[in-house]
């Protein structure tokens, strides 16, 4: 048998959570291999929604542009509508029952600006069989022969001081590597089992079926529409009446490819693929739409967390530790921070510029993380039978439904204009789903994470997370602003880089801040940027940053002669936030310890 080939990481599973996790690991210069079984990436659109907070990490890595730039304009996915059916004649047919505002992209919306002030991007919706291929080229671009599909891992065994992982390679070869770290990215499809790592929390919720389809639904689709869920009389409540989403590549009512969610019953077999044509053109109510079906799945809705992230050398992220319902959006976007969270803290391990403790803390800060995610999202899922409810439809009643609808939709009855306000104060509820600001960017990791706590009380959690208060207090993400220097604009988020420095944030008094800084990070090897942000009347060097629309000195929340140090993942490690100068290399030892 060959010796086995070394290498500091392998990734298993080459989907969102791994390929990221191979960019980032390769910004931070540390040498991988990633295995993915399948022979490209996904054939299935899967989750679509791109967070604030995972566009500016993906800005941070150079490839957020393109992202955006093949993601659908904020325009076309600014409501998501409530609706009878797309076709049809009939008096009940093509009805609007209401809208909600989504995702801050309302075009002079006071959401829309509050969004916009927060992040360097407004969200974006491009599903994974669009943004796959983009990770994957930028990973085989960053790694070059070691971003490895048709490369199957087999089993595998943490020693003690390594990994040894088995896999099958692309002509069927049996090999071995030997890994300092292993991280399980898979899906839960081989690393967490193997482990047997259990999955906590409720199973079996509904059975989904989702069909990928090409078809023009040009003349039936309001172009600033994301997502519609229907309300058929015949097939009844909720998701048995099926909602869709354009997939692109074209967005709004051109869109080429669109995808069409409906239920079955829990207990039903299967939904056969030759019957899912029928289904689409049923559901809405256009029985000659000329269709293509691209792809096909039944699945099983479920809101499972991992009981623990790490064991020993192994890791795992994304689906493989947290799965749930995909209202609001969560799933993508905490896969991709899993994987940034972890990626610098094994960097720093392997580059021995921190002890083995800092990994440590990828399980304490992301299993917080994703405990609020599956919680949130069954909350929000759960949230939609309130609106099932207002609209009042019940399975296999269809003439009881009609008679509802008609009842519902009737101009000149003062309960119908009742039921539909009620039915809209209703929907206006569901900003917990479309509007959940604060999950996205107001998140806070828990005491003993990599940082230090300043002993200022944390801030309260929003109770439907729809405002999303900037701060600098350890724990939390670096706010946003824009800055000036050199006549460009560059966000905060900007200033710390991809390869793994320390950011030291001050103000025009804050020299001894900075030479304390250089001073520890010099001894420990690390690098380090510093960031003098002033006001606009107060710049002396032109390497200061301005504070060009006064919006840093409304979050930064320290006196001019305090200080920040932010953590190579846009987290606040530590603040002054008085003008004390403190022994640096004290702060990091507390965070990073020994190497």
Known sequence: ??????????????????????????????????????????????????????????????????????????????????????????????????????????????????????????????????????????????????????????????????????????????????????????????????????????????????????????????????????????????????????????WGRFSEEWQMHFSIGVGDPPFPREGVEDRIRKLLKLPDLQLEILSFSNWVLEGVLAQKYQHGRVFIGGDSAHRHPPTTGLGLNAAVQDAHNLAWKLAYVLQRKASIDLVNTYELERRHIGKRVVDWALFTSKCHKFIAGAIGLEEGQGEANRAHLSNLLDEDSEIGLAARAQLHYTIAGQAIEFGAHEMDLGFKYPSGGAFLPDGTPPLSYHPRHQIYTPTTRPGNRLPHVWLERGGKLLSTHDLVGCHGDLLLITGREGSEWACEARRMAESRSIGLQVARIVDPLKRTQEEDFC?????????????????????????????????????????????????
Not at 3 to 12: A, E, L, M, S, Y
Not at 554 to 572: C, F, S, T, W, Y
Request: charged fraction near 25%; hydrophobic fraction near 35%; proline fraction near 7%.
């Open 1 to 250: 048998m060959e010796d086995p080939v070394d290498v500091p990481v392998v990734i298993v599973g080459g989907g969102s959570c791994g390929l990221s996790l191979s960019i980032f690991l390769s910004d931070l210069g540390v040498d991988h291999v990633l295995y993915e079984r399948h022979p490209g990436t996904s054939i299935l659109p899967k989750a679509h929604i791109i967070s604030q907070r995972t566009l500016e990490i993906f800005r941070q890595h150079g490839f957020a542009a393109e992202v955006v730039a093949k993601g659908t304009p904020p325009r076309q996915m600014s409501q998501v509508m409530w609706q009878t059916s797309l076709g049809g004649d009939g008096p009940l047919d093509r009805k609007v029952l209401g809208r909600i505002e989504t995702w801050g992209c309302e075009e002079g919306s006071e959401r829309r600006k509050i969004y916009e002030k927060s992040a360097p991007y407004l969200p974006t919706n491009l599903p994974l069989l669009r943004l796959e291929p983009i990770l994957r080229a930028t990973a085989e671009k960053k790694n070059p022969g070691k971003v490895l599909f048709s490369h199957t891992v087999t089993s595998f065994e943490d020693t003690g001081d390594h990994v040894l992982v088995h896999f099958e390679d692309e002509k069927g070869h049996q090999r071995t590597c030997r890994a300092r770290y292993l991280a399980g990215s898979d899906g839960g499809k081989t690393v967490g089992p193997r482990l047997g790592i259990s999955m906590d929390g409720p199973t079996g919720l509904r059975r989904i079926v989702s069909a990928h389809f090409r078809a023009d639904l040009s003349p039936y689709w309001d172009d600033r529409t994301g997502i519609v869920h229907f309300a058929n009389p015949d097939y009844g409540l909720g998701m048995r009446s099926g909602s869709l989403l354009p997939l692109g590549p074209t």
């Open 547 to 595: 504070d060009v629309f006064s919006q840093w000195s409304q979050v930064k929340e320290i006196e001019d002669g305090g200080a920040i140090l932010v953590r190579p993942d846009n987290i606040v490690l530590w603040r002054s936030v008085s003008p004390n100068p403190t022994d640096l290399s004290v702060v990091l030892d507390k965070i990073l310890g020994k190497p």
